[in-house]
């Protein structure tokens, strides 16, 4: 409240200033009437209005800033040193977007030319208000100039808001890091990010219709990704690589081939994000990497490209069943790196306290567990999930004892380290089901079990 023109911002966003509430590094406003987020979060949250935020989805924000952050530290989106023009085409109230000005790194963060776009004029108001309340205090990106835009955007702290369809704002062009983060499915919204996108760029993605991707409501996978699915363990890969074949067929029709960086099923929702690029040559070859997963009696599944149609009667697909992951960009996804990048500055929480954020050493505690667990096993598994899927086994421990016919289920690290003494990789799988994957032949994981 410094000015005039904050005072204004602050007054124009209807029920300001709700309450106080910590994410990651960075202090955000939440309704009055949202509850308290509780420890542990899971699932969709109960929508109580415009602008209300899903503490459920803090780690996939969080892997957002981590995987940004990366990219502008190693150099592997654009040469260093050069901006890189970013849009959250969803943006709500504007959390992700603080998020990225708070929390990247001080020495980069002034390269970072971002536009948040939302519908809802509510939300933007808090966004902006939110901005104006508690600015970061750190370098803005010089913003190169644009032709006229047909709705004059909202600026603070170099950031621009505009208020229009989300399809219109992708379609402006020339981003270079795309944020698709819709309430169901992003399959409206795919065509418009694609075609926006710059010549090589990061699009992540996140769908919250999991009935449709894993197969629960068979007629909405129909129709949505043309899937066919089995509900059984591996549901939540299948949902991972059917919505990454969406995406790289989608790709391909506009001659861009996608290559997977971090592809995850994370409690309630799916978020991959993929490097896309202009290449004739990468999407006429796209259907190499599509096939379906069929369920058999000698190993738990095979990948196969044709099914016959025996087999589609005890398989899911299409899908993608090439890599999920870039080896090293997940492996240096670690858990001291994301408690690093997003441990707030003691001197800011004081000031948050003073302003009324309620915030104890409980909080903290709960705080930082939730910042591990959204990246927990990513950078033991990174090497495996880089790898094509036909190349590793992903096996629940649960299946062990029908397949091993002992009746028990072994310790996963007591299997995981045999599996390591026996010359095979083996890594737990990120999933809140206990899943490992490894590189060790199916025979092989079975007479080991069975040894323990």
């Avoid at 994410?23 to 109580?48: F, M, N, S, Y």
């Avoid at 066919?228 to 690589?241: C, K, P, S």
């Avoid at 896309?276 to 599944?301: L, M, N």
């Avoid at 089901?433 to 199916?442: C, E, H, I, M, Y």
Wanted: with cysteine.
């Amino acid at each position: 409240m410094k000015d005039g023109r904050a005072r204004s911002l602050m007054q124009e966003a209807e029920g300001w200033p709700g309450h106080l509430w910590l994410e990651g590094g960075t202090v955000v406003h939440l309704p009055a009437d949202q509850p308290r987020p509780q420890a542990r979060p899971r699932g969709p949250a109960k929508r109580i209005g415009p602008g209300f935020l899903n503490p459920a989805m803090a780690p996939a924000r969080t892997r957002s800033v981590m995987l940004l952050a990366d990219a502008l530290e190693h150099g592997w989106l654009v040469p260093e040193g050069a901006p890189v023009r970013v849009l959250d085409a969803l943006c709500s109230t504007g959390v992700r977007v603080r998020r990225w000005r708070q929390e990247l790194p001080e020495a980069h963060v002034h390269r970072v030319v971002v536009t948040g776009n939302d519908l809802d004029v509510h939300a933007l108001d808090w966004a902006l208000a939110s901005f104006e309340a508690h600015p970061s205090g750190r370098p803005v990106a010089a913003r190169p100039e644009r032709r006229q835009r047909a709705v004059k955007p909202r600026e603070i702290e170099g950031v621009h808001f505009t208020q229009e369809d989300a399809r219109v704002a992708l379609l402006r062009g020339g981003w270079q890091w795309i944020d698709l983060d819709p309430f169901g499915s992003p399959m409206p919204f795919l065509d418009a990010a694609l075609q926006g996108m710059a010549r090589r760029g990061v699009l992540e993605l996140t769908a919250t219709d999991t009935a449709a991707l894993t197969g629960s409501s068979a007629a909405s996978g129909r129709r949505r990704y043309g899937f066919q699915g089995l509900v059984d363990h591996y549901a939540h890969d299948d949902a991972v690589r059917v919505l990454l074949a969406n995406v790289a067929q989608a790709a391909a029709r506009q001659d861009r081939e996608i290559t997977p960086l971090m592809a995850l099923f994370d409690g309630h929702h799916v978020r991959v994000s993929v490097m896309v690029r202009t290449s004739k040559t990468g999407a006429s070859a796209v259907q190499d990497r599509i096939g379906w997963r069929i369920r058999e009696h000698d190993v738990p599944y095979r990948f196969v490209r044709h099914p016959t149609p025996e087999q589609t009667e005890r398989g899911s697909g299409p899908m993608w069943t090439g890599p999920l992951w870039d080896a090293s960009i997940a492996g240096r996804m670690t858990e001291q790196c994301a408690l690093d990048r997003t441990r707030p500055a003691p001197e800011a929480l004081d000031g948050w306290r003073k302003e009324g954020l309620q915030w104890t050493a409980e909080d903290e505690e709960h705080a930082a567990r939730e910042t591990v667990r959204g990246v927990r096993h990513i950078s033991e598994a990174a090497d495996l999930m880089a790898q094509d899927g036909q190349a590793t086994l992903l096996l629940n421990l649960d299946d062990l004892p029908r397949w091993t016919g002992t009746g028990r289920t072994p310790r996963l690290h007591h299997l995981l380290e045999a599996l390591h003494e026996a010359g095979h990789a083996a890594a737990r799988a990120p999933d809140l089901n206990p899943f490992l994957v490894t590189d060790a032949p199916f025979e092989d994981v079975i007479q080991i079990a069975q040894g323990l």
